[in-house]
């Protein structure tokens, strides 16, 4: 195994991701109903999508792949 070849992973660590966030949020380190528009500066409309929409896939981005 070289540990500079980057691995495809997909889906497979959604639901870490989700723990982590969850835990954030349950710190109060995340706020899960407001703007990601400070962690994604660079994404349009950043300021109206919440991590809660992005868990639940409902934050009306598109799917990157279709690009």
């Known amino acids: ?4 070849v980057p691995w495809g992973i997909g889906s497979v660590t ?3 991701v989700s723990v982590v966030v969850l835990q954030l949020a ?3 380190e995340i706020d899960l109903d407001a ?3 400070g962690f994604l500066p660079g994404l349009a409309g950043a300021d109206q ?3 809660r929409q ?7 981005l598109g ?3 279709d690009d």
């Open 26 to 28: 349950e710190a109060g």
């Open 35 to 37: 703007g990601v528009g």
């Open 54 to 60: 992005l868990l639940q896939h409902t934050s009306g």
């Open 1 to 4: 195994m070289d540990l500079d």
């Open 49 to 51: 999508i919440t991590p």
């Open 63 to 65: 799917d990157y792949l």
């Open 14 to 16: 959604e639901t870490f």
